[in-house]
């Protein structure tokens, strides 16, 4: 997760492993998820017997190595279940991906209740989508055996188009400029959200084990002296709102932040409330994130043309000034006198103290409402970048901070693209890595 550079044969063989599976898949579906079982057993038991060799040549605390035996334990289990009721984990297969449907079926109906609430377009294609999904999963969950066709389909179909995205990907690395633009993928098939939600936390362990290590060098790269003119950062947290990560976009030495800023508007867990983008000073935002909320950034630097830049002045003009009003944080308003002397501490206050932050809240359109599932940082990030490469298409709808970090780190390995830096900030590094 955090290369130099891409591996081109690697990326060759993936494609065509992806490709032949999805074929395989859509026209003999049975009998490929049984073999495919069978080998992520054999990957289970290879990867435990990995771990127990780096138990016996590597010194660990007694508290870790308790911890590396147990684990190791659990995944020789799993991988004898899965050898033994192969049978039986293949006829759930139709029920889970059923049920994960499903899921998303309530998150889209959800997000359609928050669209009709607030008056936001846009509601009828929601709801359509959550009835043909619903009867979709129910026929999967009800007639697993009947039906299970049906998901081998989705599956290879998802396969195919994957393979495609990475075949087109090592045709721009491998062959010379002029032909590689003609060829040049517009869609960009992401990782299904159950693996792009954990992404972030994998982020943090190997960032920790690299300090642990001393190999920083993995965590300032670029591929030019030319300076990026934009920039993504992709927050990282080992607990809290920001462990799944969170996304947004520096322009012009400004950061544009989308998110439930007014904590009196926050419902469900924090992840409802009132669309608030948040306009800041970089360098003293990014300290205010790694010294007061503990948060590791990773930093995508992107190189612009002249009317890319402009574009983005653009979007980012229509995101903060149409159809918004200024939002004043407990602070501010504690400072213009309406409200009493307090502890006003929460987060859009202290970005206001410290980072001169200000705030504009939505009035209308989609991101009126923020929903971390749906309306969320990624999706206002995304908007604002819309125009530069790929579209990101996941195959449930839905772009997460994980999504998008894969995206940005399989751009900035390649040659060609114009994602040209990676920088990684901790507060421990912080003041040995440039900015």
Do not use: W
Not at 124 to 133: P, S
Request: overall charge positive.
């Amino acid at each position: 997760m955090l290369r130099k550079k891409i591996d081109c044969a690697s990326l060759f063989l993936f494609s065509l492993i992806c490709i032949t599976l999805g074929i395989l898949t859509i026209t003999h579906g049975n009998i490929v998820l049984k073999y495919n079982i069978y080998l992520l057993a054999f990957i289970i038991v290879l990867t435990a017997l990995y771990d127990f060799l780096k138990l016996i040549f590597r010194k660990e605390n007694r508290k870790k190595l308790i911890e590396s035996i147990i684990q190791i334990a659990v995944d020789l289990f799993f991988a004898l279940i899965m050898v033994n009721h192969t049978d039986f984990i293949l006829a759930s297969v139709t029920i889970f991906f059923g049920l994960y449907i499903l899921l998303h079926s309530f998150l889209h109906l959800f997000n359609y209740f928050l669209y009709k609430i607030n008056k936001i377009s846009g509601r009828l294609k929601l709801l359509i989508y959550n009835i043909v999904t619903f009867i979709l999963a129910i026929m999967l969950i009800l007639k697993p055996t009947d039906n299970i066709v049906y998901g081998q389909i989705i599956i290879g179909i998802y396969f195919v188009f994957l393979g495609l995205t990475k075949l087109s990907d090592f045709l721009v690395e491998t062959i010379p400029t002029r032909f590689s633009n003609m060829i040049k993928s517009h869609i960009q098939i992401q990782l299904p959200i159950l693996f792009a939600m954990f992404i972030p936390k994998q982020l943090i362990s190997i960032i920790n084990e690299t300090l642990e290590i001393k190999q920083e060098e993995t965590f300032t790269v670029t591929k030019t002296s030319q300076k990026p003119d934009l920039e993504v950062i992709v927050h990282l947290a080992t607990s809290g709102s920001a462990s799944f990560g969170h996304v947004e976009v520096c322009f012009q030495n400004k950061i544009y932040s989308y998110g439930n800023y007014d904590m009196h508007s926050r419902a469900f867990f924090d992840s409802i409330g009132d669309g608030i983008i948040c306009i800041a000073d970089r360098d003293s935002y990014i300290n205010y994130i790694l010294e007061h909320k503990d948060r590791y950034l990773v930093v995508f630097g992107i190189a612009l043309s002249k009317e890319e830049k402009k574009e983005i002045r653009t979007r980012i003009n229509h995101l903060i000034c149409d159809n918004t009003i200024d939002y004043h944080p407990d602070l501010e308003l504690y400072e213009q006198g309406y409200l009493p002397p307090g502890d006003y501490h929460d987060m859009s206050s202290d970005i206001y103290k410290l980072a001169n932050g200000k705030f504009k809240k939505i009035l209308k359109g989609r991101n009126k409402k923020f929903f971390v599932l749906k309306t969320n940082c990624v999706m206002v990030a995304n908007s604002i970048l819309g125009g530069l490469g790929k579209n990101i298409v996941a195959i449930n709808g839905i772009i997460s901070p994980g999504s998008y970090y894969d995206y940005l780190n399989n751009e900035f390995l390649k040659k060609h693209s114009n994602v040209i830096t990676r920088k990684v900030y901790t507060k421990k590094t912080i003041k040995r890595i440039s900015s």
